[in-house]
């Protein structure tokens, strides 16, 4: 499933793959972008990025996201499925 939100494309793989403890998505960077600053204060969950922004060269970028909140269980957002 490929989703669009905040102006960003991602591919949902959690719930095809039967993940329930973390979230997680591939994002596909098309070539010579540059994503805007990455923030996960407001839900409480950590990311695993060296980098909130993200730049791709002339090839593109794919990114896999992980993410969770610490010390609570996973609860998928509902755009996620």
Known sequence: MTCRRSGRFAKLVRTGLGITAFGMQIMDVPPDYTTASHDESDSGQQELY??????????????????????????APEWTG
Do not use: E
């Not at 060296?50 to 609860?75: H, I, K, M, N, Q």
């Open 50 to 75: 060296v980098d909130r922004v993200l730049t791709s060269g002339p090839a593109g970028l794919r990114v896999l996201c992980v993410g969770g909140v610490p010390g609570a269980p996973y609860v």
